[in-house]
């Protein structure tokens, strides 16, 4: 008799699971969006909407081998299965927590339909378009990389990245930070670091018209458009009920070398919601993905799971500043090395991992 196996959430990881173990068991993917989205590529949808069809792919083409999708979002889970909010319920042997985070738009679409988001990103091109300044609240990798689009896109637009921090990517080597810097400085980015915002400007975010914010220090900044680029927030709601674990404060899941949830030896997570202290980021969430389907594996086969995570001592990142810049920070066998911006456009910066999707998913028409 076959088993189940019930994953939560479609997102990078998730759908790598799904698509390993659909040969081997009954797979459920279960997500309120009706097509994969790859987010990386949110930014560059916004500056050219020729992209933005390119990154949605359908979840049909991706379980091909008995697999089944089901359009609908988790509720509750228990350490037998996952009740829905359609109020249908999904029995399971295993279960897979990847429902990853919730992050400002335009870096993560806020539609759940692939035609509700491209109509967002369209309408928000044309008001980007029609703006001459504009400013981005926060410069980490997200403002730098949509900085870094616009630019691209349109050179003569005065852009402007705003932080209240005083530090540019923490934890990076300094030839990194150093070769940021310059190529902010040669797109012509204002980059003001250690600059909070006495109040928030008038306008909604992604929505055109001029204003004039004044920073904590008294300087006045004028735009005519502004993006919201912090305040990532942990998609573990569905769990506040306890009845699987209790999450952490910051809302995620404590797992164990196996990724395994604490507690249950047929329950993992991958991504953004487990608490494993790294960097939450794509590639992450896919190498989780690869360790969950290999103890799952066993497990189906009746062995003892044995595959463990080992999370990166240090940061890793690509970072594009549009389809030809960017830096980047790389493992090698002697520690962290830097990564030319010729590398992060081979790597990511061109496609933004489009090719990997095609693979993985089929091409999107």
Not at 137 to 150: D, K, M, R, T, W
Not at 207 to 233: C, K, L, M, Q
Not at 268 to 288: C, N
Request: proline share 7%; charged share 20%.
């Amino acid at each position: 008799m076959s088993r189940t196996v019930a994953v939560i959430g479609g997102g990078y990881g998730g759908a790598a699971v799904a698509k390993a173990l659909q040969s081997e068991a009954d797979v459920v993917l279960i997500d309120p969006r009706d097509a994969f989205v790859n987010a990386a590529a949110s930014l560059r949808a916004l500056t050219r909407p020729d992209w933005a069809t390119s990154m949605f792919f359908p979840y049909e083409t991706l379980l091909t081998e008995g697999g089944r999708a089901v359009r609908d979002r988790a509720v509750s889970v228990d350490p037998r299965g996952v009740t829905l909010a359609s109020g249908g319920r999904v029995d399971a042997d295993y279960l897979v927590l990847a429902t990853g985070s919730s992050y400002a738009y335009p870096a993560k679409p806020g539609s759940d339909t692939v035609d509700e988001a491209l109509d967002d990103l369209r309408r928000t091109h044309k008001e980007l378009r029609e703006a001459g300044r504009v400013l981005i609240l926060g410069a980490g990798p997200v403002g730098l990389e949509l900085a870094g689009e616009i630019k691209e896109v349109w050179p003569d637009k005065h852009v402007t990245v705003a932080d209240p921090a005083a530090e540019l990517l923490p934890g990076f080597r300094p030839e990194v930070v150093e070769d940021l810097r310059r190529q902010l400085d040669g797109l012509g980015i204002d980059l003001r670091l250690g600059t909070a915002l006495a109040a928030p400007p008038s306008t909604g975010p992604g929505e055109a018209g001029a204003f004039t914010v004044t920073t904590a220090g008294g300087e006045e900044i004028a735009a005519d458009i502004w993006f919201r680029a912090f305040g990532v927030s942990t998609n573990s709601g569905y769990l506040a009920d306890g009845r699987l674990t209790t999450p952490t404060p910051q809302g995620q899941v404590p797992v164990t070398e196996f990724l395994n949830v604490k507690g249950h030896d047929h329950v993992y997570a991958v991504g953004d919601i487990t608490d494993v202290a790294e960097a939450k980021m794509a590639g992450w969430a896919m190498r989780h993905a690869e360790v969950v389907v290999q103890n799952i594996k066993a497990q189906l086969n009746g062995d003892r799971p044995t595959a463990t995570y080992e999370p990166m001592p240090f940061p890793m990142m690509l970072l594009p500043l549009g389809t030809r810049g960017g830096v980047g920070q790389m493992p090698s066998p002697d520690g962290p090395s830097v990564a030319s911006p010729a590398m992060v456009a081979e790597y990511k910066g061109t496609d933004l991992f489009t090719g990997r999707f095609v693979k993985q998913f089929g091409p999107t028409a």
